[in-house]
């Protein structure tokens, strides 16, 4: 069984551009979640999607968005880039009841310059 | 304000001997709690987990205790090996809806293991 996906690796983007990462759950998990790592901090969570729809999400400006596609993967959209976006983006998925764990991808690099 | 801490940036322990990760929760809302393991520049690993309605959960050399009335969780690793040296984070979130929630982390505690 396939791992969770994120891609790209790497994604290297300049002050005011708009940066798009991509994530793959576990093969029946529908909800995805978004978390940032940013350097020497915690992870901080972002947004959430089950079943299309966002959940929740956390102490982050709107320009930050996604969406979960019908196959349940899903996009972060980050709008005005700012040098502080720089981090690393974790997703996650969690396939519900009766088993709550959240599987993390290996994540994707942005470094705003 | 932090709801999930790890008081312990770091700990150090002896291969072959306990190692004792603590967490502490202020939220009296959460009804789940699981440890990760993070290397760096990769996403974390998840150990072990455990509900509400249990106080200690075992797999392997992994257990969790949890003390509700302290608000309060820790992972034991018995017996320590050089492989689990990694930062330990510590999450929490409450169920919602059929749905974890999303997980509020602690810091995370880097635990060395030395041979």
């Known amino acids: 069984e396939a791992g969770v996906t994120q891609s790209p690796t790497h994604l290297i983007k300049t002050r005011g551009q708009q940066a798009t990462l991509r994530c793959s759950p576990i093969?029946?998990?529908?909800?995805v979640y978004w978390y940032q790592q940013a350097l020497g901090l915690g992870l901080q969570f972002l947004l959430w999607?089950?079943?299309?729809?966002?959940?929740n999400r956390g102490n982050f400006p709107p320009r930050f968005s996604g969406r979960q596609f019908p196959n349940y993967s899903s996009e972060l959209n980050v709008n005005a880039l700012e040098l502080e976006d720089s981090a690393l983006y974790l997703c996650?998925?969690?396939?519900?009841?009766?088993?709550?764990?959240?599987?993390f991808g290996p994540g994707t690099r942005l470094t705003v310059t | 304000d932090q709801q999930v801490k790890q008081n312990s940036p770091s700990l150090s322990v002896q291969e072959g001997r306990i190692s004792i990760l603590n967490c502490d929760y202020t939220?009296?809302?959460?009804?789940?709690f699981l440890w990760y393991k993070k290397y760096p520049a990769e996403g974390p690993t998840f150990l072990i987990s455990i509900s509400s309605i249990k106080d200690k959960n075992e797999d392997g050399r992994f257990t969790v205790f949890l003390n509700k009335s302290a608000k309060h969780l820790s992972l034991h690793i018995v017996p320590s090996q050089p492989g689990d040296s990694a930062v330990y984070f510590c999450a929490a979130s409450a169920v919602d809806g059929g749905s974890q929630g999303n997980l509020i982390f602690g810091k995370g505690t880097k635990l060395s293991v030395k041979p």
């Open positions: 999607y089950d079943e299309g729809e966002e959940r």
């Open positions: 939220n009296s809302m959460f009804d789940y």
């Open positions: 996650a998925g969690e396939g519900g009841q009766p088993s709550y764990e959240q599987y």
């Open positions: 093969s029946g998990h529908t909800s």
